[in-house]
């Protein structure tokens, strides 16, 4: 194991050559190179182009740069997103036409319970109470709200429904100032940059981990942080 920062580093000051000199030769922008000679790669925009200027770089200073690669993948979370489930394949035009119809049924089936309901209170008086129905004063306790809110520079977020291997319920970056809300008991989280991001479960805030890409599992009464 190597140190990819301080190698690359060491070769550019053996070389003499500035940033601007290398931004030019490469194409990569100058911040990227020092994000790059101080391994903070998370100012980069994702693990593609990491790999992609770690190799250009390196092969540009005369060193092999798939080793650099190679490295940066033994030592860092590459390609999370590698992990994500494929996408299934696509439905037949027969498949959507017996859900259109589910729906339709669905839709019936509300309006007939909404007429009942109408009735049972236009012409019983002040009860709600419909056959099988129950009373409206009877509902289940809503869900608690899982509240994403993007701070600073915002942040890349997935969102697991239950666990890790639960369905993906969201899956995109959180601007500064924006808000994302999504129901349910327990959900598993991958956060790119942590610091940039507000979490709250049913109301209380979730603490997260300082380190770049995150992962953790949260529900009602309890958080758990996995390595990440």
């Known amino acids: 194991m190597f140190e990819i920062g301080n190698s690359l580093r060491a070769a550019r000051e053996r070389k003499e050559l500035s940033y601007a000199e290398i931004e030019q030769a490469t194409k990569i922008r100058s911040r990227y190179i020092r994000a790059l000679e101080e391994e903070d790669f998370t100012v980069l925009p994702s693990d593609t182009y990491i ?29 999370w997103r590698d992990d994500l489930p494929a996408p299934g394949p696509r439905r037949g035009s027969r498949e959507r036409t017996v859900e259109r119809r589910a729906v339709l049924l669905a839709l019936a089936g509300i309006g007939v319970v909404t007429a009942l309901v109408f009735a049972a209170w236009r012409y019983g008086g002040s009860s709600t109470r419909v056959p099988g129905l129950g009373t409206t004063g009877s509902q289940a306790p809503a869900a608690p709200q899982l509240v994403l809110t993007g701070r600073g520079r915002g942040t890349y977020v997935e969102v697991r429904q239950g666990g890790v291997h639960g369905r993906v319920v969201f899956q995109a970056t959180v601007p500064p100032g924006g808000v994302e809300k999504l129901s349910g008991l327990s959900f598993y989280l991958v956060v790119r940059r942590p610091k940039y991001l507000r979490v709250t479960l049913g109301g209380h805030s979730v603490a997260l981990p300082a380190h770049a890409n995150a992962h953790l599992a949260v529900a009602a009464h309890w958080t758990t942080r996995s390595a990440g």
């Open 51 to 79: 790999r992609g200027f770690l190799r250009t770089y390196a092969d540009y200073l005369g060193l092999d740069g798939e080793v650099y690669v190679e490295e940066y993948a033994s030592r860092f979370l590459t390609s």
